[in-house]
């Protein structure tokens, strides 16, 4: 089932230029932005999915790198899940994988949004 959503979801985000013109009509709303007038870690992503869904990779990193991480993200879960159901590795070694997957999120996370204050 966690594979299944992964690649729902990395399969929307190339759909994104489809609904390119309706995504750009939403307003930008955001809390930390609005209350505290820095960028969160998230400003940028949806329009940088859209670039990388065009195949325009420099724009994506542009708009917020953050993007590639989710990416990367989305695709390494899909093969721990692949190498744990075709008994690849092991369980604990699964659980490890992701952990240190986790880790590794929060921490580009983290420095992303130290580098977009500046």
């Known amino acids: 089932m966690k594979?299944?959503?992964?690649?729902?979801?990395?399969?929307?985000?190339?759909?994104?230029?489809?609904?390119?013109?309706?995504?750009?009509?939403?307003?930008?709303?955001?809390?930390?932005?609005?209350?505290?007038?820095?960028?969160?870690?998230?400003?940028?992503?949806?329009r940088s999915f859209i670039a990388l869904s065009s195949f325009d990779i420099g724009q994506a990193i542009a708009l917020n790198p953050l993007s590639m991480v989710i990416i990367i993200y989305f695709i390494s879960e899909i093969i721990l899940e692949i190498l744990f159901k075709n008994?690849?590795?092991?369980?604990?070694?699964?659980?490890?994988?992701?952990?240190?997957?986790?880790?590794?999120?929060?921490y580009l996370c983290l420095i992303n949004w130290i580098l977009m204050i500046k």
């Open 87 to 106: 008994n690849f590795i092991n369980l604990i070694m699964r659980q490890k994988g992701i952990r240190n997957l986790n880790l590794i999120f929060s």
């Open 3 to 46: 594979i299944f959503l992964n690649i729902l979801i990395l399969f929307l985000i190339l759909l994104l230029p489809l609904y390119y013109e309706a995504l750009f009509q939403i307003p930008h709303i955001c809390i930390i932005d609005y209350f505290f007038h820095i960028p969160c870690p998230g400003c940028g992503v949806l």
